[in-house]
């Protein structure tokens, strides 16, 4: 098995398992918690509407935008980091396909691992800085694996002989 | 060392064929019942969208103007009221996504680990038993997690949940420890030095193979740059509107303006509208790319006319393409485009069903053959 299949296959492997690990963990310990949050400060804020309270309206309004900010990236995240593990387990199971020499192969898997856990690792990082760093990370992620996903797809319409993917 | 052939109607089978892809063997069954699976995620899927998904946004919709309402009118408990209705609608509508996407996300795993067998390097009768136990957890969770909503508590051991979601649960730990079996046995292989197991499948290079390839590539792309799209230009508006058109809400039933209230509520009713056929499109063009990836792989299997091969690859790319498409036009066409996605969906059906029915007559060749090949039996 060449260097850049095995590189997809056992990275994506590792990354499906990071990925089910941290939804786990966010299942058992925060999701419920962060739902009930959602649901309690939006249902407060239309109740203190009724009371014609304002300052409780406002205070629960923002509570129910941070609240959904952050669940929303911690979903998105576990969705797409196990959604990225299976999409460089699969093409590792075809890379011989991508006719391309070993080593630009070797460059283009680097380019997706890379980009599969530092996307969705922007992603994460903006539930604790609503800063432009998280941000970039998360653009420069994403460009890592548009990029190397582009490249992977012209080796594949690319003429030129591939070795056997049999073993 | 050459193989030996049998001969059967139109076709000659090698034994390394009928070894690894024998009656009732690990790849068998994972491929068989991940595809069964899959179809059955998609009418699921296709069946929720017609009769329900719009029907119970229109219900969420409408709680959330009663709640605005009688915020409105001052009155704080019909708020309430109104918001467990929002919740216990939602929870409807999340258990039949849920039950949608994880018979769908389980056979896109069965396929995986049908593709990945040869390189698990336990016995084929362990093999057997991960397949059957990731089968039983892979129908158990959704069917269960589909119940959640219709058995509640009643009968159940535990306070907080019920017996539907016990047995969910369940159907997800079996999932986790047959995949958790499957991935020791690649470790195995990987980590050991073990002789290459020889895998005919991923040196297909057949048209129609390489149609479903390229074009579930193109797909996934597709859907990486809507998304990116998305996320660039859409995605912090989106959510910049969905805290001012609840605070406008909010602040104008406080205020006893009427008219605020209607314009936030039919803005916010348009801005879930958008949101939803976004996350849609991008969803659905990944994930068919990926399954056209896969399916890619099991194109010797299919036992079809190479014409109708290609035929019913180009139906799947095709469907995999529409669909996204129409979801994301729903908004500037409503139903017609509605229509479009649904018909892209049995599209996509149509041809995973023939590719199936394909995949079962070459199993049917294979056991024919099988049963003429002398002591036959004794290579299960």
């Known amino acids: 098995m060449s260097g850049s299949r095995r590189l997809l296959i056992i990275g994506g492997i590792a990354l499906a398992v990071w990925g089910m690990g941290y939804g786990l963990w966010y299942a058992v310990f925060a999701e419920h918690q962060a739902l009930d949050s959602i649901g309690a400060s939006l249902a407060g804020s239309f109740a203190a509407a009724a009371d014609r309270n304002p300052i409780v309206m406002e205070t629960s309004l923002e509570q129910y935008r941070e609240a959904k900010y952050v669940y929303d990236r911690q979903v998105d995240v576990h969705g797409h980091w196990i959604g990225l593990a299976m999409l460089l387990i699969v093409l590792g199971i075809g890379f011989e396909r991508v006719n391309f020499p070993e080593r630009f192969r070797q460059f283009l898997a680097q380019g997706l691992l890379v980009g599969a856990v530092v996307f969705p690792l922007g992603v994460l990082l903006q539930t604790f800085s609503h800063g432009p760093l998280p941000r970039a990370i998360a653009i420069a992620g994403s460009g890592f694996v548009i990029v190397s996903l582009l490249g992977s797809a012209v080796g594949v319409v690319a003429r030129g002989s591939s070795p056997s993917a049999a073993d | ?380």
């Open chain 2, 1 to 380: 060392m050459p193989s030996s052939r049998t001969l059967t109607r139109d076709s000659l089978i090698t034994e390394s064929e009928l070894a690894g892809f024998a009656a009732m063997s690990a790849r068998r069954l994972f491929l068989l019942g991940g595809i069964a699976l899959i179809l059955t995620g998609m009418i699921f899927g296709d069946i929720f969208a017609v009769f329900t998904l719009h029907q119970n946004a229109a219900q969420v919709g409408a709680n959330l103007a009663a709640a605005a309402n009688a915020a409105l009118a001052g009155n704080r408990h019909v708020v309430l009221a109104n918001f467990q209705n929002v919740g216990a609608f939602l929870e409807n509508r999340g258990t039949k996504v849920d039950t949608h996407v994880h018979m769908i996300d389980f056979g896109y795993l069965a396929l995986l680990l049908a593709i990945l067998q040869p390189w698990v390097a336990f016995a084929e009768t362990l093999k057997k038993k991960f397949a059957w136990v990731f089968l039983a957890g892979a129908w158990l969770l959704p069917i269960g997690v589909y119940l959640i909503h219709y058995v509640g508590l009643a009968h159940s051991p535990v306070k907080t949940i019920g017996w539907a979601s016990i047995a969910a649960d369940f159907g997800g730990l079996l999932v986790l420890v047959a995949t958790f079996g499957c991935l020791v046995g690649l470790w195995m292989h990987f980590g050991g030095k073990r002789i290459r197991p020889t895998d005919k499948l991923l040196g297909d290079r057949s048209t129609e193979g390489r149609m479903l390839f390229a074009g579930g590539l193109a797909l996934v792309l597709l859907g990486f740059f809507h998304g990116a799209y998305y996320a660039g230009a859409h995605l912090y508006k989106h959510e910049a509107q969905d805290y001012s058109l609840l605070a406008q809400m909010s602040a104008g039933a406080a205020a006893g303006a009427r008219p605020v209230v209607n314009d936030a509520l039919t803005s916010y009713g348009q801005l879930q509208g958008a949101k939803a056929v976004n996350i849609a499109a991008h969803a659905h063009s990944v994930e068919f790319g990926l399954l056209a990836i896969m399916l890619a792989f099991f194109q010797p299997y299919v036992k079809l006319r190479t014409t109708w091969k290609r035929r019913w690859a180009a139906v799947l790319l095709l469907g995999s393409l529409l669909l996204p498409v129409c979801v994301l036009l729903e908004i500037k066409y409503g139903l017609i485009a509605g229509g479009m996605a649904d018909f892209s969906g049995l599209l996509i059906i149509f041809a995973l069903l023939a590719m199936w029915i394909g995949i079962l007559r070459y199993t049917g060749e294979l056991d024919a053959s099988m049963a003429n090949t002398p002591n036959s039996g004794d290579s299960q």
